[in-house]
């Protein structure tokens, strides 16, 4: 009974272990991020022109991008 | 994005901008902003290089997840939340981001 | 052995009690609202109006875009649909800051999923929250389902931004509307008070 416990008492253990990184890898990401610089983009817009981020923002505004998986959903 | 449109004469004041990215084709995207009656940018990175670029494309999947970054004037990222974008805390942070002259 | 098994049983006691306790919590969650002397309500010391008659029921949407803050349902005598509601909406469909605008923006969403005819009955400006505002009235009818809802917005200023007041009564295609009603909502509205400032007027 004791031994069982022990050996089941070590696998819960080894288990926490294993997914505390798991859980650790995406908050490290965004750390990561934040800190670095945006890249230097051209994209085609709904304003029937090309921003590039140097031209618009860059020394001039702030700038809050949003990604978002598809047009007509609720984002 | 009716929540950026909403706020956009507050970002004004905090000296900010707003842009909406997702993998779908510019006529799409047009189509959706002019139902949505919305005036900032929205733009269409098909082949997904810049979510790449801040971790916004998961493996295997056609479309971004969602997630919102803010880049002061110099270019750098000071801000990153996943989901749908928290407007009160993308406020409160603008505001002082614009405060210490893009330096927090 | 015997007090590594008597250490498991406290353990899972104190639990079973902590689990309790959490449910518990949940159920003795406080109203959002206090009733004054002058029989106004408060809500989450916020707002401050005058409420309808008893035979309304509360409203309440926790969370999430595009929901009312709260408002007031009634079941009406007669064939289905026969209800009529009311609420206040802090974020009403669309983004302008200018009525005019807004109100387009508005009715391109408003009642969307019902796939009715619409037509304006009545605009024009009205007084609300101690500012400028502007009341719609419209008509909207389903000749499928054979229903019919009559509505009235009232648009109004909460610092830069629009607020709304919505009353819905649906009727079937045959049936009448009641007007009184809508003498409770009017009466919501005029008394409605903002008694603090919001989030958006304090940055």
């Known amino acids: 009974m004791r031994k069982k416990l022990f050996y089941q008492g070590i696998f819960l253990f080894l288990l926490l272990l294993f997914l505390l990184p798991l859980s650790n890898a995406e908050a490290k990401k965004k750390v990561e991020l934040v800190g670095r610089e945006i890249l230097n983009f051209t994209l085609p817009s709904t304003q029937d022109r090309l921003i590039t981020y140097a031209d618009e923002y860059y020394g001039k505004h702030h700038l809050v991008i949003t990604f978002f998986p598809a047009a007509f959903t609720p984002i | ?104 | 052995m015997k007090r590594i098994s008597l250490l498991f049983l406290c353990l899972f006691l104190m639990m079973a009690w902590l689990s309790g306790c959490a449910t518990f919590e949940t159920e003795k969650k406080a109203v959002p609202y206090r009733l004054t002397a002058q029989g106004t309500v408060i809500w989450e010391d916020e707002f401050e109006f005058l409420p309808p008659s008893p035979d309304w029921k509360l409203l309440r949407v926790e969370t999430g875009e595009n929901d009312i803050n709260f408002g007031f349902t009634r079941s009406d005598p007669g064939v289905f649909p026969s209800m009529t509601t009311f609420a206040y909406d802090e974020e009403p469909f669309g983004c302008s800051t200018k009525f005019e605008n807004r109100e387009r923006e508005f009715f391109k969403r408003f009642l969307f999923n019902a796939i009715l005819q619409f037509q304006v009955l009545e605009k024009k400006k009205v007084q609300v929250l101690g500012g400028e505002g502007l009341e719609v009235v419209v008509e909207g009818k389903d000749p499928v389902k054979k229903e019919k809802v009559r509505a009235k917005v009232v648009f109004g200023k909460r610092g830069e931004r629009i607020v709304g007041f919505y009353i819905t009564q649906w009727r079937h295609l045959d049936g009448t509307y009641d007007l009184s009603a809508f003498e409770v909502f009017d009466r919501f509205v005029k008394s409605f008070k903002l008694l603090k400032k919001s989030f958006y007027e304090t940055l």
């Open chain 2, 1 to 104: 994005m009716e929540g950026h449109q909403r706020n956009l004469y507050l970002y004004e004041r905090f000296n900010a901008r707003v842009l909406g990215v997702s993998r779908d084709d510019v006529i799409t995207l047009k189509y959706w902003a002019k139902g949505l009656d919305l005036t900032f940018p929205l733009l269409s990175n098909v082949t997904s290089f810049l979510g790449v670029s801040v971790d916004a494309q998961p493996d295997g999947r056609p479309i971004f997840s969602r997630r919102t970054i803010i880049i002061d004037k110099a270019g750098i990222i000071r801000y990153v939340r996943d989901g749908s974008p928290d407007f009160k805390d993308i406020l409160l942070f603008l505001k002082k981001l614009n405060q210490k002259g893009g330096k927090p």
